[in-house]
């Protein structure tokens, strides 16, 4: 799951782009920003002024991403993503969850912040991790097929690491099945 962020920030992010990144997000995001040649703005923990903004301030890069934690592994409240997601709408920003700690807890059969607010399709990049409440290890990317397909190209982790063993990749689909 950790690197997960860092594979998919390392490999969609160029100098033109910026990332906007909640000043409490996981290290694994704040890692993979590091990554990144991007331009990086910070706003205060959940704090939608302060997203605003940022927004505003930086609309002159190619490409902008928000990316939030769906629920605060520190603190444990969850981000107000109905409010994140109008605001990069108006905003005309690529939204990013990670759901490491909502996968397994929150919205229908544990399918994470974004459904928990049914803002399904609204959440451009949803990641999170199959080693908590899955009980195994791994990350995963939800998104568009194109984006998949260009991570498994371009995403170094995913590139230049081993496969799971099949006792893993089972292990995980038998504990999403239960």
């Given amino acids: 799951g950790f690197t997960t962020n860092q594979g998919v920030l390392s490999a969609i992010l160029t100098q033109e782009d910026v990332v906007i990144s909640d000043e409490l997000n996981h290290a694994s995001i704040i ?35 928000v990316v939030t934690d769906g629920v ?60 908590k409440a899955i009980g195994v290890l791994g990350g995963y990317v939800a998104s568009s097929r194109t984006l998949v397909d260009y991570l498994i190209h371009k995403g170094r982790p995913f590139l230049f690491s081993t496969s799971h063993p099949p006792a893993v990749t089972m292990a995980n689909i038998e504990a999403i099945d239960v």
Avoid: W
């Fill in 72 to 131: 605060f592994s520190m603190d444990g409240n969850i981000a107000p993503l109905p409010e994140i997601v109008e605001l990069a709408e108006k905003y005309d920003a690529l939204i990013m969850v990670d759901d490491a700690h909502a996968s397994g807890v929150l919205g229908q059969n544990g399918r994470g912040t974004v459904n928990h607010f049914g803002l399904d399709g609204r959440v451009h990049i949803q990641v999170g991790t199959l080693s």
């Fill in 31 to 65: 890692d993979g920003i590091r990554l990144t040649k991007a331009t990086r703005r910070v706003y205060k923990h959940v704090d939608m002024n302060s997203l605003e903004d940022v927004l505003k301030e930086t609309q002159s890069y190619r490409k902008r991403l």
